[in-house]
C-alpha cells in the first residue's frame, strides 16, 4: 500500500537569475512501513525530493498524497543535537510539555541502544550513539514517515555498517515508513525494501528487493547481479 503518492512533482530554483529545473516531473509510489531509498550521483535532486516530500520545502507544481496520517520527522547528515541537553533532553526536544512521558522517552532510547547514557552530554559520546540519539529524537516525535538525508555518511565505515544494522533493528520493530536518501550502492542495497533512482530530475527506475534485509550479503551472487543492473541504469557519464 503507497503511503505516499507523488504525481509529477516539479521543483526549479532561481540561480543568478535563471531557472534551473531540479525535479522534473517525479512520478512515485512511497510504501508504509518499508524503507524506500532514494539513489543518485550528487546534485540529482534526492535531498530536494526528501524536503519537498517532508514538507520542507513547497513544490512547484504536481501533488504529493500522504495515503496515512501526515506525520514527518526529518534525521539529517549531522545528529544536531543540542551540546547542552542530555540524551533524555535531546530525544524529548521539541515535544510539547505535554507530550513528554518519561517511560515513553525511556522506552525509546532502551530501544536504539543507549541504556545508560541517558544523562550524557553528546560531546560524551561516540559518532555512532549521536546518530542514534538522533534516530531516538525523530522516534519520540510519532512519525507516520522518518525522511533521513544521508544520514551515516559522515561515519566511519565500521560505525556507519553498525549504524545501518541498528537502523534496520528499530526499523522492524517500530514498523517505521522511512525515506532514505543516499549516493552509496551498497548502503541502499542493505537497507531498501525498494530503489528509486533518480536521474536527469525524475525516477529513472524502480528496483524491489525481496531478500529479507537482515540475510542480505552484498557480495552474494544474486545481490552483486542486482548491483550490476542498477549501475547500467545510474547516470554516471553528465554532471546534475
Given at each position: 500500500?503507497?503511503?505516499?503518492?507523488l504525481k509529477?512533482?516539479?521543483?526549479t530554483y532561481l540561480?543568478d537569475g535563471?531557472?534551473?529545473?531540479?525535479?522534473?516531473?517525479?512520478?512515485?509510489?512511497i510504501p508504509?512501513?518499508?524503507?524506500?531509498v532514494?539513489?543518485?550521483?550528487?546534485g540529482?535532486g534526492k535531498?530536494?525530493?526528501?524536503?519537498?516530500?517532508?514538507?520542507?520545502?513547497p513544490?512547484?507544481?504536481g501533488?504529493i498524497l500522504?495515503?496515512?496520517?501526515h506525520?514527518?520527522?526529518?534525521?539529517?547528515q549531522?545528529?544536531?543535537?543540542?551540546?547542552?541537553?542530555?540524551?533524555?533532553?535531546?530525544?524529548?526536544?521539541?515535544?510539547?510539555?505535554?507530550?513528554?512521558?518519561p517511560?515513553?522517552?525511556?522506552s525509546?532510547?532502551?530501544?536504539?541502544?543507549l541504556?545508560g547514557?541517558?544523562?550524557?552530554?553528546?560531546?560524551q559520546l561516540?559518532?555512532?550513539m549521536?546518530?542514534?540519539t538522533?534516530?531516538?529524537r525523530?522516534?519520540?516525535?510519532?512519525?507516520?514517515?522518518?525522511?533521513?538525508?544521508?544520514?551515516?555518511?559522515?561515519?566511519?565505515?565500521?560505525?556507519?555498517?553498525?549504524?545501518?544494522?541498528?537502523?534496520?533493528?528499530?526499523?522492524?520493530?517500530?514498523?517505521?515508513s522511512?525515506?532514505?536518501?543516499t549516493?552509496?550502492?551498497?548502503?541502499?542495497?542493505?537497507?531498501?525494501?525498494?530503489?528509486?533512482?533518480?536521474?536527469?530530475?525524475k525516477?529513472?527506475q524502480?528496483?524491489?528487493?525481496?531478500?529479507?534485509?537482515?540475510?542480505r550479503d552484498?557480495?552474494?551472487?544474486?545481490m552483486?547481479?542486482?548491483?550490476?543492473?542498477?549501475?547500467?541504469?545510474?547516470?554516471l557519464?553528465?554532471?546534475a
Amino acid at each position: 500500500m503507497a503511503g505516499i503518492e507523488l504525481k509529477n512533482v516539479k521543483k526549479t530554483y532561481l540561480v543568478d537569475g535563471r531557472e534551473l529545473p531540479v525535479l522534473k516531473g517525479i512520478d512515485l509510489d512511497i510504501p508504509e512501513k518499508q524503507i524506500t531509498v532514494l539513489l543518485g550521483k550528487s546534485g540529482c535532486g534526492k535531498t530536494t525530493l526528501l524536503r519537498v516530500v517532508g514538507g520542507l520545502e513547497p513544490a512547484d507544481s504536481g501533488e504529493i498524497l500522504f495515503r496515512v496520517p501526515h506525520k514527518t520527522a526529518f534525521v539529517f547528515q549531522e545528529p544536531r543535537l543540542m551540546p547542552w541537553l542530555s540524551v533524555m533532553r535531546n530525544v524529548s526536544f521539541g515535544l510539547k510539555r505535554e507530550e513528554i512521558k518519561p517511560e515513553e522517552i525511556q522506552s525509546i532510547i532502551d530501544v536504539v541502544g543507549l541504556t545508560g547514557f541517558e544523562k550524557a552530554l553528546p560531546a560524551q559520546l561516540s559518532g555512532g550513539m549521536q546518530h542514534r540519539t538522533a534516530i531516538a529524537r525523530a522516534l519520540a516525535y510519532h512519525p507516520s514517515f522518518i525522511m533521513m538525508d544521508e544520514p551515516f555518511a559522515a561515519l566511519d565505515y565500521f560505525t556507519r555498517e553498525q549504524m545501518q544494522r541498528e537502523l534496520l533493528r528499530i526499523q522492524q520493530e517500530q514498523k517505521t515508513s522511512i525515506l532514505f536518501v543516499t549516493h552509496s550502492l551498497d548502503e541502499a542495497l542493505i537497507l531498501a525494501d525498494q530503489i528509486a533512482i533518480i536521474r536527469d530530475g525524475k525516477i529513472g527506475q524502480l528496483f524491489s528487493i525481496d531478500v529479507p534485509q537482515m540475510e542480505r550479503d552484498v557480495m552474494s551472487p544474486s545481490m552483486i547481479t542486482t548491483k550490476r543492473e542498477i549501475l547500467s541504469h545510474l547516470d554516471l557519464t553528465t554532471g546534475a
